[in-house]
């Protein structure tokens, strides 16, 4: 995959840039609050239909302006193909478009000069990897971020996937809203049942599915990660993962010893290990949700939210046996990061038939010389780069030898002809 060009108009602090991008490594170089990292977000919002920073579109839109648009030209699968994006401010649309649907008139998207309305239309063109600093609430954050950490794995590699998550949401919103309904009423007649048991039939359906693909690839992280943090910490180190189920409650005296608790946690493992896991198997999880969602009925009624599936699960991190989350320390928690990265990128690669784009905003300065060559090596010759970084003096000089450099000053974007080297 090779993204050949990128032109923003009014996006974020940009008024109008168009940037030729060249094979290899291409390195943005500016101080902070230039633009560097809204040229990126601007490549994951065509390549992935989302942005990372903000789920508000009209932020995408530069102060004053009324309208913003992006365009990517690209070569994916030997193919060349194009993605934009117009965003719109609902407020600046003629009387005679209000009849028009409030999504399908702040935006369109074009694929390859074709018009849609949907950002899922964006989905499964242009695959990209990227590396943040926010990649650190992995194991400083929630378990959100954990969650939609893997499910972005997911959906690069199975696009379909996003339409599961999406389904499913949609069933929560809804069965939540007829749980309060019922609170609100004071009454749980016959019909009000059937109707909860249609809604809890769904969920388990859509639900048993994310779960179970999590497992499946968290499967093929954690062996990879292994490893990575080895070499990263001299064999210092050592990982392993829990999948965490709130709320799931067991149909068996074996998985009700964690009803008192909660929760259940099932060990991610690779296939050598022959331990079981009740996540192996779409239909008993199903069952599992099912039972879960049947049996708290009452206690969901009164706090008017679904308590069990997906949407509350997390990922425990282990190093060393204890969780990282509350005993590692800074450098830990940045290696164990760094491990996880660099797998979610190995594991991409490995099912797509070209390398992906690679983004690494800000990230390779805050690395040593060996963190930096270790991600680094993961990186084909025929993988485009593109770097963000206020400076490169502590960037290994191997690093810069082919790099293309491009000078990033207040929302404006140029070829540096000026070479640059390491101090």
Request: aromatic share 8%.
């Amino acid at each position: 995959m090779l993204i050949k060009q990128l032109s923003l108009s009014n996006f974020r602090n940009y008024a109008h840039a168009s940037l030729d991008l060249h094979p290899g490594i291409n390195i943005l170089v500016g101080e902070n609050a230039q633009g560097k990292t809204n040229f990126l977000e601007a490549i994951e919002l065509l390549s992935t239909g989302q942005s990372s920073r903000t789920s508000v579109e009209s932020e995408f839109i530069r102060h004053g302006k009324e309208k913003m648009h992006i365009e990517m030209h690209f070569q994916a699968r030997q193919t060349d193909e194009s993605l934009a994006l117009s965003l719109f401010h609902a407020e600046e649309l003629s009387h005679a478009q209000t009849s028009i649907n409030e999504k399908q008139k702040k935006r369109t998207i074009f694929v390859n000069g074709v018009t849609y309305s949907l950002m899922k239309k964006l989905r499964g063109r242009l695959t990209t990897v990227g590396f943040n600093s926010f990649d650190l609430n992995l194991v400083r954050g929630g378990p959100g971020f954990r969650r939609d950490w893997i499910d972005s794995v997911i959906t690069r590699l199975k696009p379909s996937f996003y339409e599961q998550l999406s389904k499913y949401q949609k069933v929560i919103q809804q069965r939540n809203k007829l749980l309060k309904s019922l609170y609100e009423n004071n009454h749980l007649s016959a019909r009000d049942n059937g109707e909860l048991d249609a809604w809890n039939e769904q969920a388990a359906n859509y639900g048993s599915t994310i779960i179970y693909w999590r497992y499946k690839i968290l499967q093929e992280i954690i062996e990879k990660a292994k490893d990575y943090l080895a070499l990263i910490s001299d064999q210092n180190e050592s990982l392993s993962m829990l999948y965490r189920c709130r709320g799931l409650i067991g149909e068996n005296n074996e998985k009700e010893q964690f009803a008192s608790q909660n929760f259940f946690d099932t060990s991610v493992f690779g296939g050598s290990s022959g331990e079981k896991s009740y996540l192996q198997n779409e239909k008993d999880i199903a069952q599992m949700l099912l039972h879960s969602l049947n049996k708290r009925r009452l206690e969901e009624i009164v706090r008017g939210q679904t308590l069990s599936g997906p949407h509350r699960d997390d990922i425990v991190f282990l190093l060393n046996n204890k969780e990282a989350t509350a005993f590692a320390s800074q450098g830990q928690q940045r290696s164990l990061v760094l491990a996880l990265k660099l797998s979610e990128l190995a594991l991409v690669k490995e099912h797509l038939l070209e390398p992906p784009i690679l983004l690494l905003d800000d990230v390779l300065a805050e690395l040593d010389l060996k963190r930096q060559s270790l991600l680094m090596s993961q990186i084909n010759s025929d993988m485009q780069t593109i770097i963000s970084t206020t400076h490169v003096s502590s960037f290994d000089s191997a690093l810069l030898e082919n790099a293309h450099f491009y000078k990033v000053k207040s929302g404006t974007i140029a070829v540096n002809k000026n070479t640059i080297t390491t101090r």
